[in-house]
C-alpha cells in the first residue's frame, strides 16, 4: 500500500454504531456516550440504534420473578437483546446503567469503559415532605428491588412493601395519582440524569413528590448504581481502543471491585445485597450488606474491607470473606 493510499484510510470515516435500551434515562445515558465520543474523535461517525429488550416489554411481572419466566439468567431481562446485536455485528456496543448488568457475562463480551459515576445514592420520593421519618405506620411503599424491600423492612418493618414497575416518568406519575402508594424508591443518578431535582419537589402530569435522601450509612447502593457501562466485543480492538478513550479510571477501579464482591456471592438481579466503596488516594474501602433471602427478614451480614487502590479484586474477597452479622 502506498503512502497515500495509506494515509487516506486513516483518513476515512468510521461508523460506531451504539445499542441502547429506549426509555427516557437509557436514552439520556447512549447520548452521553454518543457526546464523549464524538469530542475525542470528531472524525466518526456515530449513530443510535434503539432496542426493545424483555425487561422493557414485560412490565406485567414483577422484576423478581421475571429473570425466571423469561429464562433468561440475572439481570438479562435488560441486556440479552443488546447482547444479541452485538454479537451479530449490528452495534459496536452496548450502553447499559451498569446494575442492570449480569455478574458474570457471555465470554464473548466484556465490560471495557465506564463513565464517571454519578451520586449511587437511593432517594425516597413521597406524596408529601418529610422522607423516611414522615411516613405514618403502616404506610405502602412501591419499589420492584428486593434489596430496597429487605433494607427498607430492616428499617421501618412497619411499612408494607409493593411492586412496581415502568421507567422513572412513570413511577413518579404512579405515586402522585396513587390513592394508596404513599412513596417510591428511585436511584438518585438517574434523578438526575432526567433533570429532576432528586432531593426537592419534583412535577407529574398528576402533581407533585417529593424527593428525600434514604440514610446512606444504613441503605448501601446496588453493585454499580450510578455507572454508565460499555459493553463491547471480546477483540475488537477497534471499538476497545475508542471507547476506553472515554473511560473514568477511578470509577471502573469501583465498580470492578463491587462486582466481584457480588460474583463471589454468586449474587444478581434478585439478591439483597448492597455495597458501596469509596477511593481515598490510592486506597479503596469497601462496605457490604447482605440480607438471607426468604419472606423473613433477619439480621443482614455486614462487613467492611479496605486495600490498595490497584488490588479491587483482592479488596472484594477480603470483604467476602469478612461477613459478620
Sequence with gaps: MSKR????????????????????????????????????????????????????????????????????????VFTKELEIALEAGEIDLAVHSLKDV??????????????????VNDILICKKEGGLEGLKEGAI???GSVRRQKMLQWMRPDLKLVDIRGNVPTRLRKLAESST????????????????????????EAGSVYGAMIDPE?????????????????????????VQQISHQPTFTRITAEREFLRLLDGGCHTPVGVATQLFGDKILMEGIVFPE???????????ASGNADQPLKVAAELFAGLSI
Design 294 to 304: 426468604g419472606e423473613v427478614v433477619s439480621l443482614p451480614y455486614q462487613s467492611e
Design 218 to 242: 444504613k441503605f448501601l447502593p446496588s453493585a454499580g448504581q450510578g455507572c454508565v457501562g460499555i459493553e463491547v466485543r471480546k477483540g475488537d480492538a477497534d471499538t476497545i481502543a475508542y
Design 141 to 143: 411503599v412501591a419499589t
Design 5 to 76: 493510499e495509506s494515509s487516506e484510510k486513516v483518513a476515512e470515516k468510521k461508523k460506531l454504531i451504539i445499542g441502547t435500551r429506549g426509555s427516557d434515562l437509557a436514552l439520556v445515558q447512549a447520548a452521553m456516550v454518543e457526546r464523549l465520543l464524538g469530542e475525542k474523535f470528531p472524525q466518526i461517525e456515530i449513530i443510535i440504534n434503539v432496542i426493545s429488550t424483555t425487561g422493557d416489554r414485560r412490565t406485567d411481572i414483577p422484576l423478581s420473578e421475571l429473570a425466571k419466566v423469561e429464562g433468561v439468567f440475572d439481570k438479562g
Design 102 to 119: 449480569p455478574t458474570v457475562l457471555p465470554e464473548e463480551f466484556e465490560i471495557c469503559s465506564v463513565l464517571e459515576r454519578a451520586p
Design 181 to 204: 402508594v404513599e412513596a417510591i424508591i428511585l436511584a438518585e443518578a438517574g434523578l438526575m440524569r432526567l433533570g429532576y431535582d432528586a432531593l426537592g419537589e419534583m412535577q407529574t
